[in-house]
């Protein structure tokens, strides 16, 4: 056994004790600590970023970036309300089958998904986006056990439209990251409800029909089911038979359907729309 392997044989086995010696790993600044994952604090917002400034990327990768290190960094916000305007990243495109930036090592096409307060949650991104850019960003996306797990405690919405102090569900467009001071889940997770709904990484049989959870549940919408066919006029064929991917929480037009227990598996993991995003997590 060489020099390296008893290193890493001896972390693993430190590792393995922290349990025991009642030592607790910590979670990047970006996140937090929800059972053994890192969940990110705010949803998602996509940054363009020249991958040779590798000190901002590694920053990002590591949980570290702030606000102000991408702006002073020269990273570009990609917080888009126009789906078609995304079209112009063609080394990112909406299959999620990114080329690299000429000379980027490692290969990056230059997109990173970065969790940071005041800014728009980035949306009009597919299940692909999302899922790559929490790759290139170190994490991954939650899955759907993990999200609910995340969201314990978050204030279901009422019928108030109050930003500092409700999960507001109604308006025409998401809040600014974490500006809603009392949408926070028990775990200190902003904005899991009534903002953008949030891809998580589970998928299932595309949903034709929608309803609601019991009053005691707090009637949150629930499209879960299929696939079939809802009987619409000039339908296209075959089309329900594709994969639903789940989105959770509810948006800013779901209004008092938002909540912890919405979830709805009618988007195709292709597909975009303003009022989905997506939030990132990482295993520790």
């Known amino acids: 056994?060489?020099?390296?392997?008893?290193?890493?044989?001896?972390?693993?086995?430190?590792?393995?004790?922290?349990?025991?010696?009642?030592?607790?790993?910590?979670?990047?600044?970006?996140?937090?600590?929800?059972?053994?994952?890192?969940?990110?604090?705010?949803?998602?917002?996509?940054?363009?970023?020249?991958?040779?400034?590798?000190?901002?990327?590694?920053?990002?990768?590591?949980?570290?970036?702030?606000?102000?290190?991408?702006?002073?960094?020269?990273?570009?916000?990609?917080?888009?309300?126009?789906?078609?305007?995304?079209?112009?990243?063609?080394?990112f495109p909406r299959t999620g089958n990114w080329t690299p930036v000429p000379g980027s090592n490692p290969p990056s096409p230059g997109f990173y998904a970065v969790s940071v307060a005041c800014v728009q949650p980035s949306r009009c991104i597919t299940w692909f986006q999302a899922n790559q850019a929490c790759l290139l960003s170190g994490k991954r996306l939650l899955t759907n056990r993990e999200w609910q797990g995340a969201a314990a405690g978050t204030p279901d919405p009422g019928a108030g439209d109050?930003?500092?102090?409700?999960?507001?569900?109604?308006?025409?467009?998401?809040?600014?990251?974490?500006?809603?001071?009392?949408?926070?889940?028990?775990?200190?997770?902003?904005?899991?409800?009534?903002?953008?709904?949030?891809?998580?990484?589970?998928?299932?049989?595309?949903?034709?029909?929608?309803?609601?959870?019991?009053?005691?549940?707090?009637?949150?919408?629930?499209?879960?089911g299929g696939p079939g066919t809802t009987g619409n006029p000039g339908e296209q064929s075959g089309t329900l038979s594709l994969p639903g991917a789940f989105v959770r929480g509810g948006g800013f037009l779901d209004g008092t359907g938002a909540g912890v227990f919405a979830v709805n598996a009618g988007p195709d993991p292709s597909q975009?729309?303003?009022?989905?995003?997506?939030?990132?997590?990482?295993t520790r």
């Open 1 to 91: 056994m060489n020099q390296r392997h008893i290193i890493v044989a001896a972390i693993v086995s430190l590792a393995a004790a922290f349990p025991a010696l009642g030592i607790t790993l910590r979670c990047p600044p970006d996140s937090v600590k929800v059972g053994n994952t890192c969940v990110d604090t705010y949803e998602a917002s996509l940054w363009r970023i020249d991958p040779a400034n590798v000190t901002l990327v590694r920053k990002v990768q590591t949980g570290r970036a702030t606000l102000a290190d991408l702006l002073a960094g020269g990273a570009i916000p990609l917080s888009l309300s126009a789906c078609s305007a995304m079209d112009v990243f063609t080394n």
């Open 272 to 282: 975009r729309s303003p009022s989905i995003g997506f939030r990132c997590a990482r």
């Open 162 to 224: 109050d930003r500092s102090t409700t999960c507001v569900t109604t308006g025409v467009g998401p809040a600014d990251t974490g500006s809603r001071s009392s949408c926070k889940s028990v775990w200190g997770a902003f904005d899991m409800i009534g903002n953008v709904n949030e891809w998580v990484a589970d998928w299932a049989d595309s949903s034709v029909s929608c309803t609601n959870w019991p009053a005691s549940l707090g009637n949150d919408l629930s499209c879960v």
